[in-house]
């Protein structure tokens, strides 16, 4: 495997941040239009379960956009620092897992678009983990 300078390995950490940020925006204003939707859909009779399960997904969606914005920003902010890189490399693992997590469940859809996405939802993860890793090495 080719050797990285810290200036790029910090550069690799610094894009996924960058994209796990906007991915984090982007997640947490459509769980705001499904937890509106969803409780539009509560008011109807017939669609009450259809519209809390349709809720609970914009709120499990605004959550996970929260979660990916905070990360970006802890790895936009240790690829400027020196030190060990601890948080952004153990978060790094924890969204490496739940892109897994994201990969194997959308096998299970049977949909090209949903294992695309669970596909994107690991790469990016594991680009932040790589960044924060290499950075982590070269501390040590």
Same mark, same amino acid.
């Not at 897994?100 to 469940?105: E, K």
């Given at each position: ?8 390995? @910090? ?16 997640? &947490?204003? @459509?769980?705001?239009?499904?937890? @509106? ?12 379960? *259809?519209?809390?399960?349709? @809720?609970? &997904? +914009? ?5 996970? +956009? ?12 240790? *690829? ?11 978060? +790094? ?10 990969? &194997? ?6 949909? *090209? ?7 994107? +939802? ?19």
């Amino acid at each position: 495997m080719p050797s990285y300078s810290k200036k790029s390995n @910090a550069e690799i950490l610094r894009i996924a941040s960058i994209i796990m940020i906007v991915w984090g925006v982007i997640d &947490f204003i @459509a769980g705001i239009f499904l937890t @509106a939707t969803g409780g539009a859909l509560v008011d109807d009779v017939e669609m009450d379960v *259809a519209g809390a399960a349709v @809720a609970i &997904f +914009g709120m499990a969606m605004i959550c996970a +956009g929260i979660v990916n914005a905070i990360v970006g920003l802890i790895g936009m902010k240790s *690829a400027k620092q020196d030190g060990p890189h601890t948080v952004a490399f153990v978060l +790094g693992i924890i969204t490496t897992l739940g892109g897994l997590f994201t990969l &194997f469940s959308s096998f299970g859809s049977g949909d *090209a678009g949903q294992v695309v996405n669970g596909i994107i +939802g690991l790469v990016v993860p594991a680009l932040y983990l790589y960044g924060a890793y290499q950075l982590r090495k070269e501390a040590a």
